[in-house]
């Protein structure tokens, strides 16, 4: 009988959990699983916009060849966003991991502090960003006249220096993307065990060997989430040139919804292929094992 009355209890959670996602299934399904196929189909086709509306033309993949092969600022942007992620991703996880761990510590008027590093998350939408960018109110004028232009052209090669100037000219702005993953470290920083930093300190352990043998990898896993939060926001901002470039050839008579669509899953595909190579690095030393020991 016991049996019974925990299947039924099972069941009945079982119901109110599917009870409350569907909500979110069902917003999933309309609004996020039907204009991928839409674009997809689109991607494959020649699409016109005329009085009556949409017509297609099935072309196959000659909107990809077109984007890889004639299209060269698709291949330009692609690159400078590639590179521009490796440098930006990592920055912004050091220094909301370095503000963590600061806000972490007793001092006085963390909940201001909070707040203040927060702020632009809740303030700074995309028209506002914009208007920002355009006063050059996210750069750092001595760093801009002492360090881009002509310095960084000089030391690395153009396909390089491109997206280190461009680090250099957000880098107000892109500091300010490090509010979510601040609250994120925060939050899994709260929960380690703080008997385990006494005894090591106890045992004569030093605040850095206490990071890197305790804390480090009791937050790996929020690194990782905080890696693609990031990555995934970075791919998908306004101030993406990519995006720029895909919002525009949609209305471009010459290229269309089809060639946009095109250049969109394949800028969806980089994106997934950059979340697969912070996962490689990223993944626990576990689990690396466990891989191994599968291979074999």
């Known amino acids: ?139 750092i004028p001595v760093i801009e006249q002492q360090m881009i232009g002509d310095t960084i052209g000089g030391i690395f090669p153009e396909w390089l220096a491109a997206p280190i100037v461009s680090l250099f000219e957000q880098l107000i702005m892109i500091l300010w993307y490090s509010g979510v993953p601040i609250l994120m470290f925060l939050t899994i920083l709260q929960k380690i065990d703080l008997n385990m930093v006494e005894a090591a300190r106890i045992d004569g352990a030093t605040s850095w060997e206490i990071f890197w043998k305790i804390t480090l990898p009791a937050i790996r896993p929020i690194v990782l989430l905080n890696t693609v939060y990031i990555l995934v926001f970075l791919a998908n901002a306004e101030q993406n040139e990519v995006i720029a470039l895909i919002s525009r050839s949609m209305l471009e008579p010459q290229r269309g919804y089809g060639f946009a669509s095109a250049m969109a899953w394949i800028h969806a595909v980089i994106v997934l292929l950059l979340l697969g190579f912070s996962f490689l690095v990223l993944r626990r030393k576990s689990d690396r094992r466990i891989a191994k020991e599968r291979m074999q």
């Open 1 to 139: 009988m016991k049996i019974f009355t925990k299947l039924r209890q099972y069941k009945r959670s079982d119901y109110f959990a599917y009870f409350f996602l569907a909500p979110w299934l069902a917003g999933v399904l309309l609004l996020v699983a039907v204009p991928l196929v839409q674009s997809f189909y689109y991607s494959l086709c020649n699409v016109k916009i005329t009085a009556a509306g949409r017509e297609t033309a099935f072309v196959g993949i000659e909107n990809y060849i077109s984007v890889w092969v004639r299209d060269i600022y698709f291949i330009k942007r692609a690159l400078n966003f590639i590179l521009s992620s490796l440098l930006q991703v990592p920055l912004i996880v050091i220094f909301a991991l370095l503000i963590a761990l600061m806000l972490n510590s007793k001092i006085k008027g963390k909940g201001i502090f909070r707040t203040v590093f927060f702020l632009p998350v809740i303030v700074v939408s995309g028209p506002i960003i914009n208007r920002l960018l355009s006063q050059g109110a996210a750069t």
